[in-house]
């Protein structure tokens, strides 16, 4: 998304052109209708395949001086200590960026989470030229297709539902539309699955002990926020180390984590409800500036205040599609 491209490049990390492919904006399909809009003003969104990220932004580390310990697992911590088995490093700050199963959590007695809507997805990389610059999202019954163009010859395709057992290939057949691009289409990566949810924690630091990313709460991927988060969450952590105070970001993480989880609710309100969804997009063809302030909203490009009208909108749109 436009806002965690911005904050990765405020981390000092810039995405080389070749290496990935801008988005201009969203479109969402739902039997036979669809309805895009474009990110606002000219910005855009990155799509890019996650080894190639993991490599520049281990690349900007390691210029930065940061020793990287590969195939090391940490084994726990204790205070001013990481240990790694037998080794132990002394440790002024210990940050806990390990994911949403964080063990650091688990270790600091961080583990106090609520969470709702868990959901399991499934990806996997087509060889097939990109059709569109938008990221499609493909509402289903009970399932949603994503795909989302990750170079000049590959599309990333994913599929989130409630229900473990439904993998790519079946949740396939309830897009017939996209089905039909990916026809003959090579498979370039194995399917791969992970489980997405909202996840709040009621602390996110005690002590020298800071949580980040994932290991710190979760957004539904559908938000597609979850790394832009994280990137937020560093910029912040960074100014705390720098004043000693953690409080502030805990306060901070919050706020950053507010408009994301809202949006995941908002827009899965869509999820099981073929009607809403067909209505949605009704509404959503006639009265455009309704859904490209809405992605606006979803980017922080615009403040919920301003949305009222469109609320308005919208909801008498539902009513009267
Ligand atoms: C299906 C799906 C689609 C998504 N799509 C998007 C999207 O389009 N855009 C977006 O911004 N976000 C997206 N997300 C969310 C995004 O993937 C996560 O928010 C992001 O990966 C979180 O990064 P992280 O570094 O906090 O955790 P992770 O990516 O989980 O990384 C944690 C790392 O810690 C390591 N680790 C764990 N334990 C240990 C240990 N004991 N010792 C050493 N290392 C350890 C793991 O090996 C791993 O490398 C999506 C998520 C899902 C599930």
């Given amino acids: 998304m436009p806002d965690s491209v911005t904050a990765l490049e405020r981390l000092g990390v810039a995405v080389p052109a070749a290496d990935a492919c801008h988005l201009r904006g969203v479109r969402f399909l739902s039997s036979g209708l669809s309805a895009e809009t474009i990110f606002p003003s ?19 580390a390691a210029a930065l001086g940061t020793d990287l310990l590969w195939q090391s697992t940490i084994t726990g911590i204790s205070n001013q200590h990481v ?9 002024r700050w210990i940050v806990g960026a390990d994911g949403a199963h964080s063990r650091v959590r688990h270790w600091s007695g961080l583990d106090t989470q609520s969470r709702t809507g868990l959901r399991y997805a499934f990806r996997r990389h ?5 059709w569109t610059d938008r990221m499609e999202i ?16 590959q599309v990333c395709v994913a599929a989130a539902s409630h229900d473990p057992a439904l ?18 289409a090579e498979t370039v990566s194995a399917e791969r ?8 924690l009621k602390r996110v630091w005690r002590g020298n002990v800071a949580l980040i990313g994932d290991a710190s709460g979760t957004v539904d991927a559908i938000t597609g926020e979850g790394l832009g988060l994280s990137f937020s969450q560093a910029v912040v952590l960074a100014n705390c ?3 000693g105070n953690l409080s502030a970001y805990q306060t901070a993480h919050r706020r950053l984590a507010l408009r994301p989880l809202w949006m995941a609710r908002l827009m899965l309100t869509l999820d099981g409800r073929p009607r809403l969804q067909r209505r949605t997009l009704q509404v959503f063809r006639r009265h455009p500036e309704v859904f ?16 009222a009208l469109d609320g308005l909108t919208l909801g008498w749109g539902l009513l009267t599609a």
Avoid: C, D
Wanted: hydrophobic residues 35%; positive net charge.
């Fill in 42 to 60: 000219g910005s855009s969104g990155l799509s890019i395949r996650r080894t190639t990220l993991h490599r520049i932004m281990t690349e900007r």
């Fill in 83 to 91: 240990h790694l088995g037998e080794r132990s490093i002394r440790a």
């Fill in 126 to 130: 087509y060889r097939v030229a990109p």
């Fill in 138 to 153: 493909y509402w289903g019954k009970r399932v949603q297709g994503y795909a989302t163009a990750v170079s000049s010859e």
């Fill in 167 to 184: 993998r790519l290939e079946e949740s396939l057949l309830a897009f017939p539309e996209l089905s039909a691009r990916l026809r003959g």
């Fill in 193 to 200: 699955g992970s489980v997405t949810a909202n996840r709040k």
């Fill in 241 to 243: 180390f720098r004043s």
């Fill in 292 to 307: 490209r302030r809405l992605l606006a909203l979803h980017v922080g490009s615009l403040s919920p205040f301003h949305l």
